[in-house]
Nanobody, 115 residues
Framework: QVQLVESGGGLVQAGGSLSLSCAASGSIFSFVTMGWYRQAPGKQRELVAQ???????NYADSVKGRFTISRDDAKNTVYLQMNSLKPEDTAVYYCTARAVLSTYWGQGTQVTVSS
């Protein structure tokens, strides 16, 4: 069973930056994709950023140019660098890893952006 542990959330002022980390209990190389989703109160969970095994990435339009997803296979870790944060980025951020037959989720980390 794969475990994903997120860290790095917190409270930041608008315009500030945060870096999230997602550490996997095993090798991440086998995952087809890894990514970050977020869920704000009263809203559906949405994809924020995704990185494919070949290194290609895609982002939600709302975060393009501000967020960067990356991976370190040697550390079994995926990162989300968030810059120019806005109050509307406030949400619980979840790490996810998709294998051929299964999808795994972390427990989530809270990101709060004050205006």
């Amino acid at each position: 069973q794969v475990q994903l542990v997120e860290s790095g959330g917190g409270l930041v002022q608008a315009g500030g930056s945060l870096s999230l980390s997602c550490a996997a209990s095993g090798s991440i190389f086998s995952f087809v994709t890894m990514g970050w989703y977020r869920q704000a109160p009263g809203k559906q969970r949405e994809l924020v950023a995704q990185i494919v095994r070949d290194g290609s990435t895609n982002y939600a339009d709302s975060v393009k140019g501000r967020f960067t997803i990356s991976r370190d296979d040697a550390k079994n870790t995926v990162y989300l660098q968030m810059n120019s944060l806005k109050p509307e980025d406030t949400a619980v951020y979840y790490c996810t890893a998709r294998a051929v037959l299964s999808t795994y989720w972390g427990q989530g980390t809270q990101v709060t952006v004050s205006s």
